[in-house]
């Protein structure tokens, strides 16, 4: 049973301009949603996290947007470059009272952006 | 301040045979978490050691078990290879100081490769 459903799978966008990746997640006792950046064969890098009780947390030009009653998050690179180009994941983790303290990741999007 | 480190990089088995890989927490942290990497897909959870012992488990069979040192460093064991186990194994590491050891950060993965 997937618990956190990422998309899309792949996402193309031109320098300069905004990614956007969605994440949904099942389990409510999630309480804790990192994002992590991977680049080939290398591991995964994490960016940026967020908790429920906050609805937006910025760093740079990475933003996580959380909707806890719709169960969703995403994360908006701003200004994207080709250094952006990556594989993002999102995952959850509901803490050692929230079903035991590990990561269930999402399926991954393939960022590329353009010049 | 190195960070989490993996040995080795690469490993190529013969189904049947028995592998180990290596795991050093980074500098300040006491937890270990293992996670396998299919191709193309997201980590998926094996187990968690602290305090030299398996705190939590994903679905996961036997023949996979791991180990933790005083010093903290992990090894992660599989036995009886398959050409399914074939993945980038990836360890990360935690410290129980954090809120929930939530914070993970991965290392860079020892692809193994079973023919």
């Known amino acids: 049973q997937q618990q956190v459903k990422q998309s899309p799978q792949s996402l193309i966008v031109q320098k300069g301009g905004i990614s956007i990746i969605n994440c949904a997640y099942e389990?409510?006792?999630?309480?804790?949603f990192p994002w992590y950046q991977q680049f080939p064969g290398k591991g995964p890098a994490l960016l940026i996290a967020?908790?429920?009780?906050?609805s937006e947390k910025k760093e740079g030009r990475f933003t996580i947007s959380f909707n806890k009653s719709a169960k969703q998050f995403s994360l908006h690179i701003m200004d994207s470059q080709p250094g952006d180009s990556a594989t993002y994941f999102c995952?959850?983790?509901?803490?050692?009272?929230?079903?035991?303290?590990?990561?269930?990741f999402g399926t991954g999007t393939q960022l590329k952006v353009e010049l | 301040d190195a960070g989490v480190t993996q040995s080795p990089t690469h490993l190529i088995k013969t189904r049947g045979q028995q592998v180990t890989l290596r795991c050093s927490p980074k500098?300040?942290?006491?937890?270990v978490s293992w996670y396998q990497q299919a191709l193309g897909q997201g980590p998926q959870f094996i187990f968690q050691?602290?305090?030299?012992?398996?705190?939590q488990r994903g679905n996961f069979p036997d023949r996979f078990s791991g180990h933790q040192f005083p010093n903290y460093s992990s090894e992660l064991n599989v036995n009886a290879l398959l050409l399914g186990d074939s993945a980038l194994y990836l360890c990360?590491?935690?410290?129980?100081?954090?809120?929930?050891?939530?914070?993970?950060?991965f290392g860079p993965g020892t692809r193994l490769l079973v023919l």
């Open positions: 995952a959850a983790n509901g803490g050692w009272t929230g079903g035991g303290n590990k990561l269930t």
């Open positions: 500098s300040g942290h006491d937890t």
């Open positions: 967020i908790r429920p009780d906050v």
């Open positions: 990360a590491s935690s410290s129980r100081m954090t809120r929930g050891q939530e914070t993970q950060y």
């Open positions: 389990n409510t006792a999630f309480d804790y």
């Open positions: 050691y602290y305090e030299e012992e398996e705190r």
